[in-house]
T-cell receptor
Framework: DVKVTQSSRYLVKRTGEKVFLECVQDMDHENMFWYRQDPGLGLRLIYF???????EKGDIPEGYSVSREKKERFSLILESASTNQTSMYLC?????????????FGSGTRLTVV | GENVEQHPSTLSVQEGDSAVIKCTYS??????FPWYKQELGKRPQLIIDIRSNVGEKKDQRIAVTLNKTAKHFSLHITETQPEDSAVYFC????????????FGQGTELSVKP
């Protein structure tokens, strides 16, 4: 079974702090994704990466950046945390570039910005 | 870009009844449509998926149908059980965009014993 591990289950940060959310997968997947999940809005794509050092903006990249220095690790960075970034953050990975491969999700990080 | 709309947002059924969740998508180039189930406090898990060259797919009590002309796909759960209670998400993706999935807003299904 593919494992996608998010470093923290719960985080509380102060407004203006720089926040790092870490995600590691153990099955050599090429593609990795960061979503945020909010009630009534579903899962919204923040950033994704289909190779080391490659990144693409998703639908809501503002206020976020990412880093993928190694294939197994994809980090989400909140440059200056704000209260509207309080949310559940889900990392996912997927193998291959072709159609038909589903995601494997991490357990999520619930971030509260106070 | 792609947009996925999902309805209803909440659905309550009696145990043994059927449940249907519907999604529409906007980009006719979308060619892969998975469904995820998220139980309370847990990660989303893939339960069934369908590709654009197939009209229907079944897996025991779960089925998905796809109408490419209408850009519409649906999840059907028959003989519902209390353990089917969860939030269900539909999604769509386009092959040449790194496999990124665009999700619907989610449906909270409650199966009453």
């Amino acid at each position: 079974d593919v494992k996608v591990t998010q470093s923290s289950r719960y985080l509380v940060k102060r407004t203006g702090e720089k926040v790092f959310l870490e995600c590691v997968q153990d099955m050599d997947h090429e593609n990795m994704f960061w979503y945020r999940q909010d009630p009534g809005l579903g899962l919204r794509l923040i950033y994704f990466s289909y190779d080391v050092k490659m990144k693409e903006k998703g639908d809501i990249p503002e206020g976020y950046s990412v880093s993928r220095e190694k294939k197994e690790r994809f980090s989400l960075i909140l440059e200056s945390a704000s209260t509207n970034q309080t949310s559940m953050y889900l990392c996912a990975s997927r193998r291959g570039r072709g159609v038909g491969y589903g995601y494997t999700f991490g357990s999520g990080t619930r971030l509260t910005v106070v | 870009g792609e947009n996925v709309e999902q309805h209803p947002s909440t659905l309550s059924v009696q145990e043994g009844d059927s449940a249907v969740i519907k999604c529409t998508y906007s980009d006719s180039a979308s060619n892969y449509f998975p469904w995820y189930k998220q139980e309370l406090g847990k990660r989303p898990q893939l339960i069934i998926d369908i590709r654009s060259n197939v009209g229907e797919k079944k897996d025991q009590r779960i089925a998905v149908t796809l109408n490419k002309t209408a850009k519409h796909f649906s999840l059907h759960i028959t003989e519902t059980q209390p353990e089917d209670s969860a939030v269900y998400f539909c999604a769509a993706s386009i092959n040449n965009q790194g496999g990124k999935l665009i999700f619907g807003q989610g449906t909270e299904l409650s199966v009453k014993p």
